[in-house]
């Protein structure tokens, strides 16, 4: 019972919580949990600007604490569990998507997708159907639904019977939206935050050649793409310093102790 999730070791970057997962043990976890869960779990997407985030947001750090898993999206976090001695490996939030697409469409499992713009999310529908034609997709919806108009789209996805879901809402948005509605589905067992993946699935954001994800450099492709991250990539050299001094003192701590 609940093999491949007790096999999951959680570990902590700069006080982020992250799970010791590559694709493999992520996948066996969440169809392991699909099957045997009672109740509704997520899956969220750590990197550094993630452990940003989660120190100027309680609730945010609070929900990812309590996350069924919490996969290691980010070269910075790979380097930096590796440092603490973890064989890491990077799982991408887009890629994970797929893959959980893949394996819906081999065991029947029913998927609800909801968040974006109309077309982006109508596009990410016809895209998926098209890569994998087994795929059930029984129910969809943008994001741009009004808080009052909440409970339609919560019957809309239980009339649905989805086992899976796919919220599209973006940081902190997704996780709020969780923490706010996911006790209320009744048949969803596997809640992903996917955040921009939809824009990947149709095209509009191109991912960086397998070559360079390979090299770990698709954080520079995307520069690239969108000059508009230079700020954000100001704190992944932040993140690098911070994770590069606790490694040198916890070494140095440990050779005077010794």
Known sequence: MRMHMNK???????????????????????????????????????????????????FLKDFFTKA??????????VMAMRLQGHAATRVPGADLMTEICALASKHGYRIFIYGAKEEINRGAVERLNTIYPSLQIVGRANGYI?????????SQINESKADILFVALGSPRQEEWMYKYLQQLSTVRI??????TLDTIVGNVKRAP???QRLNLEWFYRLIQ??????????????????SSDFIRSKF?????S
């Open 8 to 58: 999951i070791k959680r570990t902590s970057i700069l006080g982020t919580p992250v799970d010791c997962v590559d694709m493999v043990l992520a996948l066996q976890s969440i169809d392991e949990y699909i099957q045997e869960a009672k109740q509704p779990g997520t899956v969220l997407a750590v990197n550094p600007e993630k452990v940003y985030a989660l120190r100027e947001n309680q």
């Open 68 to 77: 069924t898993i919490l996969i290691p999206d980010g070269i910075g976090i």
């Open 146 to 154: 009004f808080e009052e108009d909440m409970h339609k789209l919560i």
């Open 191 to 196: 809640c992903q935050g996917v955040g921009g």
């Open 210 to 212: 397998r070559f360079m």
């Open 226 to 243: 969108q000059p508009t991250r230079a700020k954000r990539q100001l704190k992944l050299i932040s993140f690098v310093w911070e994770v």
């Open 253 to 257: 701590g440990r050779s005077r102790t």
